[in-house]
């Protein structure tokens, strides 16, 4: 037990916490850079009046470990006492180990402070009974403030539904926007845009204003492409190598997910048959999975086994889950999930696909991929489902992604091809002039950047055509604004 004595701890903390020791932050570890991640952080660690922990969730690499070293610098430009801010990671041995109990007794022992104190715990789903002791440190110590980040959602959700109900709060961190991504790399193409332009609502503008819009947003396509290819992943998005970056993206996003936090977190027993899973759905990925022609394709799998297996793999971060959304009274595809991979970069690493920017259905995929985790990302913190809709007769109809709203819906159709035109009778049309269905707003995503517009049917309200790369920037724009659920 020598190696969880008081000194031990001790000695760890100091290495962990270098201002304890007048090493200032370095920009390495805090860049000036800000995701839009770490404002709702600060927003929710700084509240006046309702106090919340804060657990930041997303795939490894997405930069949880860099928002909270931002979060801490500030608080040391804000004069908070050095010795008031503890980091720690529980990905180390001897912390995971020793677990709450002990570095609390060895900090505490050391040391006596005055007023709050700011806890920020890495990887804190590695700790024995984290969420007992979290719980613990909220209700015993009324002056404590703390962060937590994880890679993986399941334990961390878990625990706020258990033991942190008024508690604390999850917050997940999906990977770049296409915005962030242009913003991080301080792209000179960027424009400066009017405020209040809402996606959904372009069809308000006047043709010529929506033409200068769109002319200042066609520079952004080159950039979209290696958005698309490299990911939203911020170290790979600064790397000159993107080469490199996609091999990395392979070894440490993915391969250590499922062969080690899934593992370890949900006591998979067959690694090699987790692997094929994932493989699977990244071939896959944007279309309709049948589970049991799935288990078929994957040698008889066991279905039980493989529905656990999709759920691991959403709550580690690597896919999402589209489901399907009744929109007109009709029959839907009932218990038909779409797979889309967290990020399209994932995908195109582990399937170690080349050239794919001339593969007319390859970017289909992954311009699809990506307007979904968008969207997905866009509604995370209001209560809309997004999934997608599908009728069941009639040719099956479709509709990529549906936005449920307490109010009413919101509709994007992904046509990123040469031709986008649509026919009166195609899903996106018919809903929109149905007024059951109660749309709000509908939008085509197109591929080329003079493909923008109000379309020339006859419907209840206008059907918008706009660019993907103008879409999503826009869409990063609003959520900048502060528009959060009005797309």
């Known amino acids: ?150 890679s993986a959602s399941p334990t961390l959700e878990k625990g706020s539904t258990d033991s942190g109900v008024g508690r604390w709060s999850v917050l997940r961190v999906p990977t770049l926007s296409f915005y962030e991504y242009c913003d991080l790399l301080e792209i000179s193409a960027r424009p400066q845009l009017p405020k209040g332009i809402r996606p959904t609502q372009l069809y308000k503008m006047d043709k010529g204003d929506l033409t200068d819009l769109m002319n200042k947003l066609s520079p952004l396509q080159q950039h979209f492409n290696r958005y698309l290819t490299v990911g939203g992943f911020p170290e790979l998005a600064l790397s000159r190598d993107d080469a490199l970056a996609q091999r990395m993206l392979r070894e440490d996003v993915v391969d250590k997910v499922i062969k080690r936090d899934v593992l370890t977190l949900f006591n998979v027993r067959n690694p090699l048959q987790l692997e094929k899973v994932f493989l699977y759905l990244c071939m896959h990925s944007s279309s309709i999975i049948n589970v049991t022609t799935m288990c078929k394709e994957l040698d008889e799998m066991n279905k039980s086994t493989l529905t656990s297996y999709i759920h691991f793999l959403k709550e580690a971060n690597l896919i999402y889950i589209s489901d399907p959304i009744g929109v007109d009274g009709k029959g839907i595809l009932k218990g038909r999930s779409k797979i889309y991979v967290a990020d399209a970069a994932i995908r195109n690493a582990v399937l170690m696909l080349e050239d794919v920017i001339t593969i007319p259905e390859e970017m289909g995929i992954m311009v699809e991929t990506a307007v979904y985790k968008h969207v997905a990302a866009f509604y995370y913190t209001s209560n809309a489902q997004v999934g997608y809709y599908r009728r069941l007769k009639e040719n099956e109809k479709e509709v990529d992604v549906v936005v449920e709203l307490p109010l009413g819906r919101l509709l994007c159709e992904v046509k990123y091809r040469e031709n986008t035109h649509v026919k009166e009778t195609d899903a996106i049309i018919e809903l929109t002039n149905d007024e059951k269905a109660k749309v709000q707003g509908s939008l085509i995503i197109t591929k080329r950047a003079e493909d923008y517009g109000v379309t020339q049917h006859h419907s209840r309200i206008p059907v918008v055509r706009i660019p993907a790369p103008a879409f999503l920037y826009l869409l990063g724009n609003a959520e900048k604004e502060g528009y959060t659920a009005r797309m």
Do not use: C
């Not at 270098?18 to 700084?46: D, N, T, V």
């Open 1 to 150: 037990m020598a190696m969880f004595t008081d000194e031990k701890l001790l000695n760890l903390l100091l290495q962990y916490n270098p201002w304890w020791r007048g090493i200032q932050m370095s920009e390495k570890s805090a860049p000036p850079h800000r995701r839009f991640a770490f404002y709702e952080a600060k927003k929710l660690l700084e509240h006046p009046d309702l106090r919340r922990f804060v657990i930041i969730s997303g795939a490894r690499r997405v930069g949880k470990t860099t928002i909270m070293y931002q979060l801490i610098s500030e608080l040391l430009a804000k004069g908070v006492s050095v010795r008031n801010i503890v980091y720690l990671s529980f990905d180390n041995p001897i912390l995971k180990l020793g677990g709450f109990e002990g570095v609390l007794r060895a900090y505490e022992n050391a040391y006596s402070t005055e007023g709050e104190v700011y806890f920020f715990f890495d990887e804190v789903q590695y700790a024995e009974d984290w969420e007992v002791w979290v719980k613990v440190l909220f209700d015993s110590r009324p002056h404590l403030k703390l962060v937590a980040t994880g």
